[in-house]
């Protein structure tokens, strides 16, 4: 019998048009056209591709981009995985609806908007333009219970759907992720355990600065609960709800809604990339909507990565969190946009293009 998350799932993939063929086809033939090497612009050039074919045209905007930021609590930081506790989320998630945060700053710079929503932190705060789409007061202690009910899962998720449509419906063309909540590494290392079906200490990473010991730590209580829920690579919703986190769920509702209401979805760092991992195992026409910014510094990056079939074009090291590695690759795509809709093609030249042997051909899409 389907459970009424399974049920709204199923209603989501039901609106999920996929991508338009002849749309980025098209954008392919534009690129080859320009009167530059063949995929001289590489991943780049792949990325606006694959937004033409997300948009339904060739004539592709990057107008209005926006960033939305999952906030949330995670009952697991009792037990000492990580350097800080409850009110650093509120404090940042503060200073982000205050527009005083890293990604604030960043974003202002590429040009897009911050829109940070509450789904699940310990403390209700009123600040700035702060979202209000609270599940509960942070989740469970998952090393001594499920982290969630069902019923909660299904509200977070739901809160990611609808800020992925409330974006749409503004105008935006492409969304990054970004997320704050402390303990949400341990979270996205646990599920990711699950999902790639990987040990525990494969996928964890210091987080915000965790020690040799505390990653040890950190692990040995990721891979106990694991053990203990008897959880399985094939239970993406159960896992989710007994390992998982609000931020992270309603990080996969707007992955899901981004397919949903025609949006590209940038992945920042680990959190979001497990999100986008766990939206892709439930709704696998998912993935066609996602572009990767970044290779983030958490060991299990890379996996998730490859499971998805993404490329990531930043390797810098980052490990900031917010969005800020998502809000990095604003730039480049508006570069390489600029190229795109400004460059003379080898027709305006009246020049021979050059002929494509495959060599240095990136995906169709």
């Known amino acids: 019998m389907e459970t ?19 749309a980025w086809k098209a954008a392919r033939r534009h690129w080859n056209g320009i ?12 990325a606006l591709v694959r937004i033409a074919g997300i948009q339904g045209t060739e004539n592709l905007s990057l107008e209005k981009k926006a960033v939305a930021v999952m906030c949330a609590d995670n009952g697991i930081i009792e037990e000492g995985v990580s350097q800080s506790g409850h009110e650093v ?7 982000i609806a205050r527009g005083l945060a890293s990604v604030n700053r960043m974003a202002a710079c590429a040009g897009a908007d911050v829109y940070p929503v509450d789904v699940g932190m310990k403390e209700t705060i009123e600040a700035g333009n702060l979202l209000h789409r609270k599940t509960r007061n942070g989740t469970r202690n998952f090393s001594r219970e499920p982290a969630m009910e069902e019923a909660e899962m299904l ?19 492409i969304v990054a992720l970004g997320e704050m909540g402390i303990g949400n590494t341990t979270t996205s290392s646990a599920v990711a ?3 790639l079906e990987r040990p525990a200490e494969q996928v964890t990473g210091p987080g915000a600065g965790l020690n040799q010991e505390g990653v040890r730590h950190k692990a040995q209580v990721i891979a106990s609960a694991v053990a203990a829920y008897g959880l399985r690579k094939d239970e993406t919703l159960r896992t989710l709800q007994t390992v998982g986190g609000f931020d992270l769920c309603a990080l996969a509702g707007v992955c899901i809604g981004g397919a949903v209401y025609g949006l590209a979805v940038v992945l920042d760092g680990l959190i ?8 892709c195992r439930l709704i696998p026409e998912v993935r066609d909507y996602l572009l990767a910014s970044h290779l983030g510094k958490e060991p299990a990056m890379a996996a998730i990565l490859e499971e998805l079939g993404l490329k990531p074009i930043i390797h810098a090291n980052l490990a900031l969190g917010e969005g800020t590695g998502a809000v990095s690759f ?6 390489a946009y600029q190229v795109y809709r400004e460059n003379a093609t080898f027709e305006d030249l009246d020049m021979d293009a050059y002929q494509d042997y495959g060599a240095g051909k990136g995906p169709e899409c």
Do not use: Q, W
């Open 4 to 22: 009424e998350t399974e049920k709204y799932l199923n209603s989501c993939k039901e609106r999920i048009r996929g991508i338009d063929e002849r």
């Open 35 to 46: 009167a530059k090497p063949l995929y001289g612009l590489g991943l780049l050039e792949d």
């Open 89 to 95: 989320t509120t404090v940042v998630t503060g200073n």
């Open 155 to 173: 509200a977070a998720i739901r809160a990611g759907v609808e800020t992925a449509k409330m974006l749409g419906r503004k105008g935006y063309h």
């Open 193 to 195: 355990s699950v999902l």
């Open 272 to 279: 979001t990339s497990v999100a986008a991992l766990a939206a």
């Open 330 to 335: 604003f730039p480049l795509l508006d570069m």
